[in-house]
């Protein structure tokens, strides 16, 4: 059976390795700060009445919601599952295999370039500057690309993107490429969102996700807004029944005016706790904090980060290392956890450390 995979296989998968998610690298452990989730796990109930028949490919109540919620029009929207969907919809849909190209800023997100390189498109990489600030000259000398990638806030920097650098980008490919800017941990830097500018960039697209502030990531229930032509065009390629009802379900209470208002209080708590852990880890000799803190993580960067990653994982507490991105040497991102599992990190870091020192 090996033998038949390997000559059968897609010739573009062979060097490829599956992403590294935070589920596929650790399991068990007693908390899970590594993959950027909400500490808060919220009760929902379903109706089991429906679930013998097929569900819709796009449910009303989650459309509706969250285009009210997003401040766009219905048709400004499609559903996904999770904005990983929306990442290989848009690849798939807009880019030519063996021919066409993406473009992506690292140290970013990994599955902008996972999706290319599964699907047989190529990634062109523009660095982000020595700051985390978009290189929007080079950026913009790069036109042989169908579609560009800008996480914002950025995944695992924290850092927001200036606006009159997207629309720089924006405008220079303004009949030349889609430009794709991932508001995953939007509600942490609301301020700074583009749902508001779509009308204004045909070449616009924005993913969305309920994963992060909405604490739902095991729901896998994401969004991509763009102009209407944008999304018509996904609608050709989506599976025909992407979201299943408990996820419609759940989806559309998350969305109701009761559940958004308990949002906001917990993003209001995630912020400060956030803030308490930054200042305990900046007073700790050797470590530095890097980036910025517009999402639900800090990321700072430590001499002894690979034995301190090893210790922690040892008393159950998983964080992530970012040390193989680029010009993140040495780096570890932790996500903000309850105020209970915040401070047990931060008693397991000084613990490591006086037992390193001793």
Not at 247 to 259: F, N, R, Y
Request: proline share 5%.
């Amino acid at each position: 059976m090996s033998r038949l995979v390997d000559t059968l296989i897609n010739e573009n998968l062979v060097p490829l390795k599956p992403y590294e998610s935070a589920r596929r690298l650790f399991s068990g452990g007693q908390d899970w700060l590594n993959a950027n989730e909400s500490p808060y796990a919220n009760d929902y109930a379903v109706d089991s009445s429906n679930f013998n028949r097929y569900p819709s490919c796009q449910p009303g109540k989650v459309v509706n919601g969250y285009a009210s919620y997003a401040g766009v029009d219905n048709n400004n929207l499609i559903v996904t599952r999770g904005a990983d969907e929306g990442i290989e919809l848009l690849i798939r849909t807009f880019c030519t295999p063996g021919k066409d190209n993406i473009l992506i800023c690292p140290p970013t997100y990994g599955m902008y370039a996972i999706s290319a390189e599964t699907c047989n498109v190529g990634v062109k990489k523009v660095p982000l500057n020595e700051d985390f600030s978009l290189d929007v000259d080079g950026v913009c000398a790069t036109d042989d690309v169908n579609v560009v990638f800008i996480c914002a806030p950025n995944n695992p920097t924290g850092t927001l993107v200036a606006r009159d650098d997207i629309k720089q980008v924006l405008t220079h490919f303004a009949d030349k490429a889609l430009v794709v800017v991932d508001e995953a941990y939007i509600e942490f830097d609301t301020d700074n969102t583009w749902a508001n500018d779509l009308e204004a960039y045909p070449n616009l697209v924005i993913l969305r996700t309920l994963s992060k502030a909405f604490a739902l990531a095991g729901l896998r229930c994401g969004f991509t807004l763009a102009q209407e032509p944008v999304i018509q065009a996904l609608l050709k390629v989506i599976a025909p029944y992407p979201i299943p009802e408990p996820v419609a379900q759940i989806a559309g209470k998350a969305l109701s005016t009761e559940s958004l208002t308990l949002l906001q209080l917990q993003v209001d708590t995630i912020n400060r706790e956030k803030e308490i852990l930054a200042t305990a880890l900046s007073e700790i000799d050797g470590i530095h904090l890097i980036g910025d803190r517009k999402a639900n993580f800090i990321l700072f960067r430590y001499a002894k980060s690979a034995a301190l990653m090893q210790y922690l994982v040892s008393k159950g507490m998983l964080i992530r290392d970012q040390s193989k991105q680029l010009n993140l040497t040495n780096c570890l991102r932790v996500s903000i956890g309850s105020e209970e599992q915040n401070l047990r990190l931060m008693q397991l870091i000084n613990d490591f450390i006086n037992e390193d020192g001793a």
